[in-house]
Nanobody, 122 residues
Framework: QVQLVESGGGLVQAGGSLSLSCAVS????????LGWFRQAPGKEREFVAA????????YYLYSVKGRFTMSRDNAKTTAYLQMNSLKPEDTAVYYC???????????????WGQGTQVTVSS
C-alpha cells in the first residue's frame, strides 16, 4: 500500500510563506495523482492542488492560483507544496493524498497522510 507522511506545517504571519512536504512510499507512483487537501474547523475537506506523478501536470484550487505551487521529486518520491502570500483563510489542517483514479475530490483518493497544521495569523 501507499504510505504518505506530511511535514512542514507551522505558524506564519499573513503574507508569509511555508513549504509542505509529502513523502511517499510503498508503491510505484507513475500512474498516481498526488493531491493536497485542507480542512478548517467546521468546514468540509477541500481540494487544494494536485500533481500527476508521471507527467507533472498540476491542478489548483482557483483561490490559491498564483500563490501556491506544487512540485515533485521523483528520486525522493516526495511531493511539495510551496505556499506564498499566505492569508488567514488558508489556516487549516493540510492532508496529502494519493489517487490511482486521477481524482479531483476527496472520495477519489485512496491513501491519506495524517495531516499537518498550517496556521496563518493576521
Amino acid at each position: 500500500q501507499v504510505q504518505l507522511v506530511e511535514s512542514g506545517g507551522g505558524l506564519v504571519q499573513a503574507g508569509g510563506s511555508l513549504s509542505l512536504s509529502c513523502a511517499v512510499s510503498g508503491r510505484t507512483l507513475s500512474r498516481y495523482r498526488l493531491g493536497w487537501f485542507r480542512q478548517a474547523p467546521g468546514k468540509e475537506r477541500e481540494f487544494v492542488a494536485a500533481i500527476d506523478w508521471s507527467g507533472g501536470n498540476t491542478y489548483y484550487l482557483y483561490s490559491v492560483k498564483g500563490r501556491f505551487t506544487m512540485s515533485r521529486d521523483n528520486a525522493k518520491t516526495t511531493a511539495y507544496l510551496q505556499m506564498n502570500s499566505l492569508k488567514p483563510e488558508d489556516t487549516a489542517v493540510y492532508y496529502c493524498a494519493a489517487s490511482d483514479l486521477l481524482g479531483r475530490v476527496p472520495t477519489e483518493y485512496q491513501y491519506w497522510g495524517q495531516g499537518t497544521q498550517v496556521t496563518v495569523s493576521s
